[in-house]
Nanobody
């Protein structure tokens, strides 16, 4: 069964850290780019970071230097290490699989066709 499952969200104080995990199953994991997206209440879904099948990474400007994406093809896992978290990082975070195989990184949600159920990240004191 084709599936993505996120975990690792929670409540953290400003300046704190969280590591999100995305467990994939049901497809040839190493062939696809995986992206992290987030959606805050009343806002559109935005791309946060992505990693291509070849390991190329991409970040939206607001998280550069704070977030790090990585993948472990042996475990079918993608991680998002989030440091120096800010209240504006509060959102539901989703991981997603690219539609096409062996393509470059993109933060365009329309290029992703399989989505997880999301995990809530709340940054608040």
């Amino acid at each position: 069964q084709l599936q993505l499952v996120e975990s690792g969200g929670g409540l953290v104080q400003p300046g704190g850290s969280l590591r999100l995990s995305c467990a994939a199953s049901g497809f040839t994991f190493r062939a696809y780019a995986i992206g992290w997206f987030r959606q805050a209440p009343g806002k559109e879904r935005e791309g946060v970071s992505c990693i291509s099948s070849g390991g190329t990474t991409l970040y939206t400007d607001s998280v550069k230097g704070r977030f790090t994406i990585s993948r472990d093809n042996a475990k079918n896992m993608v991680y998002l290490q989030m440091n120096t978290l800010k209240p504006e990082d509060t959102a539901v975070y989703y991981c997603a699989r690219s539609v096409l195989t062996y393509r470059g990184s993109t933060l365009d949600p329309s290029q992703y066709g399989v989505w997880g159920q999301g995990t809530q990240v709340t940054v608040s004191s």
